[in-house]
């Protein structure tokens, strides 16, 4: 026990020691000069997404996303109704012209046809009778046995079998032209859009079957809003494909509808697409180019970057060497989607910040985002 107590004894000891020496070294260092002095730590630049100024003459073109659809696209109907017995054709498959491209069962018509021709061999027999009995009569009535009201009745009579034999002909023609008409064929050169019709089904007169896509003329079919439907009619017009984004395809407006869709309030335009190329193919997505003749250049910046300044917009421009930022009121031409178009207050070469800009104030520093393009 004795052993233990001097040890702790000196522990304590030690202790006591150490902080008196503390003490003493801070006591010295008080009388000789007060507080150690620090140096200020600079602020760290916030980092902000900023993009560069720059001229583009395509800032005020519109583009607008639609389809490839060939310039006529007929719907085929059989032109009498009966029951489908056969299918030849496939959506997407290409046809030439006369190809077959449905069957009905042509059983009533056949059955028509040998009815009429029944009907024009009566005919002509009657006709054969009252061509004797007429002859008879006239006999006759130059002998002086027959009267001239028998004459003129045999003559009547003849007329009116004239008459049913050239009916019964008719007759004959258009039941064998409404048999020809239980194959429909294709008129033209093109390719099978759709198909609403299968072997089995009934169908009536008229009732489409099937649509063709006429070979020839390509044209890219948009939807365009009312500020834009008349700058369409002499504006540049170009296609380009999402498929072949590297190719453009000059095109021209063929048809503008007079009147706007109800739902969406747009109006439907057609361009025809010169020399489309086989890498145009229906139902393809086409981006439409709009450039107005007479556009000025102008800069193309995100939504994000706008700030108002009073009453007027205005962008926080970036000096990339110090970091500093000037708010420069900038005069907006037009507003799109997800993008303004600048007409003013900023020039080529210099760098805007893009996002966050409510955050910001002109005595923050800054430096631009290196990842950002």
């Known amino acids: 026990?004795?052993?233990?107590?001097?040890?702790?004894?000196?522990?304590?000891?030690?202790?006591?020691?150490?902080?008196?020496?503390?003490?003493?070294?801070?006591?010295?260092?008080?009388?000789?000069?007060?507080?150690?002095?620090?140096?200020?730590?600079?602020?760290?630049?916030r980092t902000v997404r900023a993009q560069e100024v720059r001229a583009d003459a395509a800032a005020a073109e519109q583009t607008y996303t639609g389809i490839v659809r060939a310039r006529y696209e007929t719907d085929l109907a059989f032109r009498v109704g009966a029951k489908i017995v056969s299918r030849h054709v496939e959506v997407g498959q290409r046809v030439a012209a006369g190809t077959v491209l449905f069957r009905l069962d042509p059983t009533d018509y056949r059955l028509a046809v040998k009815a009429a021709e029944a009907d024009l061999t009566a005919a002509e027999a009657e006709v054969v009778q009252s061509t004797a009995e007429y002859d008879r009569q006239q006999r006759a009535h130059r002998t002086g046995a027959g009267s001239s009201s028998d004459l003129d009745r045999a003559r009547s009579a003849l007329d009116g079998a004239g008459g049913r034999r050239d009916r019964a002909k008719e007759a004959l023609t258009l039941a064998r032209n409404r048999l020809s008409y239980c194959d429909l064929a294709a008129d033209a050169d093109g390719v099978i859009m759709t198909l609403p019709a299968e072997a089995g089904q009934v169908v009536a007169e008229g009732q489409v079957v099937a649509r063709l896509a006429r070979d020839g003329e390509r044209e890219a079919v948009v939807s365009l809003p009312e500020n834009q439907a008349g700058t369409a009619q002499s504006a540049r017009t170009s296609v380009t494909l999402w498929s072949a984004p590297g190719e453009s395809y000059p095109a021209v407006l063929r048809e503008l509808s007079p009147t706007a869709d109800p739902v969406t309030r747009t109006y439907q335009a057609r361009f025809t697409v010169r020399n489309p190329g086989p890498k145009l193919v229906l139902g393809m997505t086409a981006t439409v180019h709009l450039a107005p003749a007479d556009a000025a250049p102008g800069y193309v910046l995100p939504l994000s970057s706008l700030l108002r300044q009073g009453d007027r917009p205005a962008v926080w421009v970036l000096d990339r060497a110090t970091g500093g930022l000037t708010l420069a009121p900038v005069e907006v031409r037009e507003y799109r989607h997800e993008t303004m178009v600048l007409s003013g207050g900023v020039k080529p070469g210099q760098w805007v910040v893009t996002a966050g800009v409510q955050k910001l104030d002109p005595g923050v520093t800054v430096r631009a985002w290196e990842g950002n393009p």
């Open 1 to 45: 026990m004795t052993r233990r107590r001097l040890i702790i004894f000196g522990a304590v000891a030690v202790g006591l020691a150490a902080g008196g020496v503390a003490l003493a070294v801070s006591a010295a260092r008080g009388s000789q000069g007060g507080a150690v002095p620090t140096s200020p730590v600079p602020p760290v630049p």
